[in-house]
C-alpha cells in the first residue's frame, strides 16, 4: 500500500536533494567524469593505435567494446548532470523524476569479449561497467522505488523511533 502521492512526491524530492548535496554525490561525479576524460583519452590516443594491431575479429570486438563503452559512460554522465543540476538550482527536483533522465532500464548488452582486447580497454570496461551498477542502483532508489506506508523515509522513521522510546 503506497502514501498518497503528494507525501511521495515531497518524499522523492527531499532525497534527491539530499542526495545532490552530498559527499556520496560529489565523489560520484568527479569518479565519473575523470573517468569519461580518461576513457576519451584512451580511445583518442593509444587505443586508436592499439586497434590498428588487432586481427579483423580482434577489430569488430574493439569497435564493439567502445561503443558500448561510451555509451554507457554518457548515461552516467547525463545522469549525473542533471543530478548536479538540481544541486545548483538550475532544476527541480520534481523535474528531475521525468523519465528521459533515468538511466536507461536495459543497459547496454554485453556482446561478449575477444581474448584480443588491449588491457587498458578490458580495464576501463570493468571500472565503467561498476561505475554504471552502482549509479543504476542510486537511480533506483531515488527514482523508482517509492515509499510506502512498511518503508517510510528512513531518517523520519528512525526520529518516530527514537520519539516512541523517550515518550517526546
Known amino acids: 500500500m503506497t502514501i498518497d502521492a503528494t507525501a511521495s512526491a515531497d518524499w522523492r524530492a527531499e532525497v534527491i536533494q539530499d542526495f545532490a548535496r552530498s559527499e556520496l554525490f560529489e565523489r560520484t561525479f568527479h569518479e565519473g567524469m575523470e573517468l569519461v576524460e580518461e576513457t576519451a583519452a584512451y580511445l583518442d590516443g593509444s587505443g586508436r593505435q592499439a586497434s590498428k594491431s588487432l586481427s579483423r575479429n580482434g577489430a569488430l570486438a574493439y569497435a564493439s567494446e567502445s561503443m558500448r563503452l561510451t555509451t554507457r559512460l554518457m548515461q552516467v554522465a547525463s545522469w549525473l548532470l542533471v543530478q548536479r543540476a538540481v544541486r545548483e538550482g538550475d532544476m527541480e527536483p520534481r523535474a528531475a523524476c521525468e523519465d528521459r533522465y533515468r538511466l ?39 527514482y523508482v522505488e517509492g515509499p510506502t506506508e512498511e518503508t517510510p523515509h528512513p531518517v523520519l522513521s528512525q526520529f518516530d523511533r527514537l520519539k516512541e522510546a523517550f515518550g517526546s
Open 104 to 142: 536507461n532500464a536495459d543497459g547496454v548488452h554485453d556482446d561478449g569479449e575477444s581474448d584480443e582486447l588491449p588491457p587498458e580497454l578490458v580495464e576501463l570496461v570493468d571500472r565503467a561497467e561498476r561505475l554504471y551498477d552502482r549509479v543504476r542502483h542510486l537511480d533506483r532508489r531515488m
